[in-house]
């Protein structure tokens, strides 16, 4: 047995050998360069590589040309487009459309030209006034028709004028008054006017006005006289006094307001027409009322027919009026302006 176990761990060793010297030209090709781990196995020393094999390198990209690159491109982030703000209205559109009312709100100036020739119609003597007059109207209009109430407030003021009774002759300083007006009056009133289209901002207006006057204020009616408390005549140069518009006795008289009934002639009770019934009216007399019982009236009416004028739109909101007419007092030239609420009621 000894003899047969030692043939064949001979023959083993003569295999491994030989194996050993095949092998050793290959691993001699395929030595791993210095400093790199080896694994020896078995008799024979098996060279093994552990180096990381390096990922492969990315292919560089050819440069690019001149020719390579189209037109430059600039991107511009714009906002999206806005819609222009819409409005309600268009403020020079004047347009007033048929069957709508429309309202506006404004001050009307009045000057009334009082001639002396209409006074003549009551009494003598007197002056030409001016009087003057500020409305706060609204006018309702609908369908070139324009309803126009307001509340007028009309000063009748004048200073010191000589009036002469009614178909009296002049030469009696007794039938002469001395007058000065504080009077005003609080009117309620309504203009009613019709419309014709001429232009595109132009009407031309006619109609008429009514309403009713309260009057207050104080008139001053006192009595004069023709010489002064000593006797003497008055002249220009006396304080106070008034040239007469009519000539008394050929030659031009001055009068001088009774301050007394003693003081001339004109100031007693007894030189005047209305009998002894009457007050004095002497030292600054001021007329009552009519309720009291005098000549100053508590009521006076307003009537102007006609009337004609001229309507001015010149943007929605905004009328203007230039007009004319002829009142109860004399003629009259009239300016006013409104501020119109079609937009405030449309907003309603």
Not at 39 to 45: H, I
Not at 208 to 231: C, I, K, R, S, Y
Request: net charge neutral; with cysteine.
């Amino acid at each position: 047995m000894r003899t047969r176990s030692a043939r064949i761990g001979a023959a083993l060793s003569v295999g491994v050998a030989l194996a050993g010297v095949g092998m050793a030209p290959r691993a001699f090709a395929q030595k791993p360069p210095k400093g790199a781990a080896t694994t020896t196995v078995g008799p024979a020393a098996v060279t093994v590589s552990t180096t990381p094999t390096p990922p492969p390198t990315p292919a560089t990209p050819p440069p690019v040309t001149a020719a390579d690159t189209g037109p430059a491109t600039t991107l511009v982030a714009t906002a999206p487009a806005t819609a222009p703000p819409t409005t309600t209205s268009d403020e020079f559109d004047v347009t007033e459309k048929d069957g709508k009312r429309y309202v506006f709100i404004g001050l009307k100036y009045q000057g009334t030209i009082v001639p002396q020739a209409f006074m003549n119609l009551f009494v003598g003597g007197g002056e030409t006034v001016w009087a003057n007059a500020v409305t706060l109207q609204a006018d309702l209009r609908k369908d070139g028709f324009s309803m126009i109430p307001g509340i007028t407030y009309a000063s009748l003021g004048t200073g010191n004028m000589l009036f002469l009774q009614h178909d009296q002759p002049a030469n009696n300083e007794g039938n002469w008054s001395l007058v000065n007006s504080s009077l005003s009056i609080l009117y309620l009133d309504v203009d009613l006017l019709w419309s014709v289209h001429i232009a595109k901002n132009f009407d031309f207006e006619y109609g008429a006005g009514f309403g009713v006057g309260f009057v207050f204020g104080t008139l001053e009616d006192n009595w004069v006289t023709t010489t002064t408390t000593t006797g003497a005549t008055a002249t220009a140069n006396t304080p106070g006094a008034l040239p007469g518009s009519i000539a008394v006795s050929g030659s031009k008289s001055y009068y001088v307001p009774c301050q007394t009934e003693t003081q001339g002639m004109g100031c007693m009770v007894g030189n005047h027409s209305g009998g002894a019934n009457q007050p004095p009216k002497v030292g600054g007399y001021n007329e009552p009322s009519w309720a009291n019982g005098g000549s100053k009236p508590s009521l006076f009416p307003y009537i102007s027919f006609p009337q004609i004028g001229l309507r001015i739109k010149p943007i929605k909101s905004f009328v203007a009026r230039l007009g004319v007419g002829f009142a109860l007092t004399g003629p009259w030239f009239g300016l006013s302006g409104y501020y119109g609420l079609e937009d405030a009621l449309e907003k309603k």
